[in-house]
């Protein structure tokens, strides 16, 4: 899976915000239903390296990439959230995916109390 490089140099704050939570549910997700190994995020490009230090299974490894792929390549000025998007840019089961993970490590990290963490990257 390759990330359109071009538009790594210029990343805006709200582009690194989003993936930041992206990465940030994904492995929170992992952690709570896979119990294959977990690596760092290796052999990121240089923009997203502060990435590297969330650790994921291979499966979700690949569909970070490839969501974070399609968060890059959103063609829209203002992203608006997924939700009220017209294009639905995810192909049909990770759309499901990204929902469940959302979904699920959002509350998760409600439960555990780390709401700094979610206002944090939300905020
Ligand atoms: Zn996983």
């Known amino acids: 899976m390759k990330i ?20 940030l549910f994904t492995s929170v997700y992992c952690v709570a239903h896979h119990s294959l190994p977990r690596r760092p ?8 390296q502060p990435l590297q230090r ?15 792929d399609r968060r890059l390549r959103c063609p829209l000025p203002e992203k608006p959230s997924c ?16 929902r469940e993970i959302m979904r699920y490590s959002g509350r998760a990290l409600i439960r555990k109390g780390r709401l700094d963490l979610l206002w944090h990257y939300l905020f």
Do not use: M
């Open 83 to 98: 939700k009220h998007c017209q294009i639905h840019c995810y192909r049909p089961g990770h759309r499901e995916k990204v």
């Open 4 to 23: 359109s490089v071009q538009k790594l140099a210029g990343l805006s704050r709200k582009e690194r915000k989003d993936l930041k939570i992206l990465t």
């Open 41 to 48: 995020l290796a052999n990121l490009p240089e923009s997203l």
């Open 54 to 68: 969330y650790h994921c299974c291979d499966e979700c490894r690949d569909f970070l990439l490839y969501a974070i």
